[in-house]
């Protein structure tokens, strides 16, 4: 079968030739219906020097997959073939003290395994199959189609993750400020307003990327650059945001995040633009919390899915074929892309 591999480190991804995966005990492979193009896989494929990160090319890309069971491994007798699935894509150990709670994006063993999850050092689902290398990290889908599910188990489960962080902030009378309104932005938006009363402003440097904010439900979008720091502070009648999402991490970005929160705020890094912001006494408001996060639990997957199954969210797609994955990135890169491009392999 065909498969989009990332094949070295500041490289670009190609279109191999690779076997099918045959399930072990415990196994299942997935027909993919859909895989999310993730702008994580271009700092994978262009920015990350090797070494920084603990596994090794070549492997398949794709880490948001969702599909249908195809074949099961001994032992696995709770899934049906041709069930639609959506995965769970942080694997862990499965036994640590973080991997029990679900959290198996936080695995104590992490160092020991060999990649992070399917497209993230082990093949992911930008091949017509994907080998899911435990059948709990499985979760069915009951009513959504594949290539909708998929965006939500990353764009989706991200953000969803940082803001149930910040849960006891974002009462009424709150806001939360969302920086990158692309494919997680435009999903954190929708999810702020199915969560939470917090009146939700979206800032974007693209005028599509602001539109689809506002589409998502956004109460006020701004413009990136010049005076959105003044903006946000008159919308918010100068009291600033509660909570900070920094969808996009670069040194600009951060340093909105740390200029719109106020007293006691979060700001919470999801951008992995690689820039910094200086933590001294005076750089920020008191008592404001900075935080990165990662992705998300395996209990959040099921919580994400639910809301998408009720409507409160719908992730934004853009289809294409695996024969043009490789240009997707292309476009992805170059802000061409509305919501979430997801790859049907099939
Ligand atoms: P995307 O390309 O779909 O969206 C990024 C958005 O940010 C675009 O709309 C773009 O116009 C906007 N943007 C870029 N620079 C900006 C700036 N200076 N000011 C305001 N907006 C700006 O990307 P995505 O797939 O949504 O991913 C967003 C970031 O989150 C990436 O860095 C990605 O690697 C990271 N990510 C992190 C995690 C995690 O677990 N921490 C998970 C998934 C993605
Ligand atoms: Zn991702």
Redesign the pocket.
Known sequence: MKALRQVGWQQEPELCDVDEPDPGPGEVVVRVGGA????????LLHDFPPGLLPYEVPFTLGHENAGWVHAVGAGVDHLETGQPVAAYGAWGCGYCRSSRRGLE?YCERAAQISGHGGGLGRDGGMAPYMLVPSARYLVTLDGLDPVDAAPLT??GL?PY??IMRSQGLLVGGSAAVV????????LAIQILRAVCPATVIA????D??LA?ADAAGAHHVVR??GD?AAQIHELTKGRNADVVLD????E??LA?AASVSRPMGHVT?????LGSYPFSFFSAPYEVSFA?????SHPELVEVIALAEAGLIEPRVQRFALADAADVYRR??A?E?D???VVQPD
Do not use: F, K
């Open positions: 999310g193009a993730c702008h994580s896989d271009l700092h994006n990353d764009a991200t993750h940082a920086i990158g309104a692309g494919g997680l932005g435009h800032v974007d440097e693209r599509a990327a689809a990136a650059g959105a969808l996009v991490g670069v600009p970005t909105l890094l999801v951008g992995i633009g990165t996060t990662y992705w998300g992805l890169a802000g892309i919501g979430r491009a």
